[in-house]
């Protein structure tokens, strides 16, 4: 009796991210151990005359594991997909799933500006000094990717000054 050679089977990537037909919810599932680790609400604006994909909320069940990170490529490819350009924006703020920490740093280290630049300083040097932000001081601000103004030599000077 002849039995063929077994194939090989094609190495499953980490994660899936899936949503069902006609809503803006993705979900991200992994794919090792069966399970849900985030969800993502995403969809197309217009922003100051420029198409941008919305994130209205991005919610991570497993911190500083990389799901964060995977999303926001999804949400660059979804992008361009949608028309935008691959141009995010959202609002980084406190939220009920971790009130103690902040997204901006992790927002701003991933690319993301503000037209904020009092509170993207303030992030900044929380990232220079490995400190973490107040949560209590921290107001939500609009950020979007990616930080296509250029900074100015006055504002590069301030900030070697002030980091």
């Not at 039995?3 to 980490?14: A, F, G, S, V």
């Not at 985030?38 to 069940?61: C, D, H, Q, T, Y």
Request: with cysteine; aromatic share 10%.
């Amino acid at each position: 009796m002849y039995l063929p050679p077994i194939k090989q089977l094609k190495q499953l990537p980490e994660v899936l991210i899936y949503n069902r037909p006609n809503t803006n919810v993705y979900r991200m599932s992994t794919t090792c151990v069966p399970r849900l680790v985030g969800e993502m609400r995403a969809f197309p604006i217009e922003r100051n005359n420029k198409k941008s994909l919305w994130i209205n909320s991005l919610l991570i069940m497993q911190k500083r594991s990389g799901f964060g990170t995977k999303f926001l490529d999804f949400a660059q490819h979804l992008s361009r997909q949608t028309g935008c350009g691959g141009n995010i924006s959202l609002c980084a703020g406190i939220t009920i799933y971790d009130p103690t920490r902040t997204p901006h740093e992790f927002y701003r280290k991933y690319g993301f500006g503000s037209e904020n630049k009092k509170i993207l300083r303030k992030v900044d040097r929380a990232i220079a000094h490995k400190t973490p932000l107040n949560y209590k001081k921290t107001p939500p601000i609009i950020m979007y990717f990616p930080d296509n103004e250029k900074p100015s030599l006055i504002q590069k000077l301030l900030t070697k000054l002030y980091l």
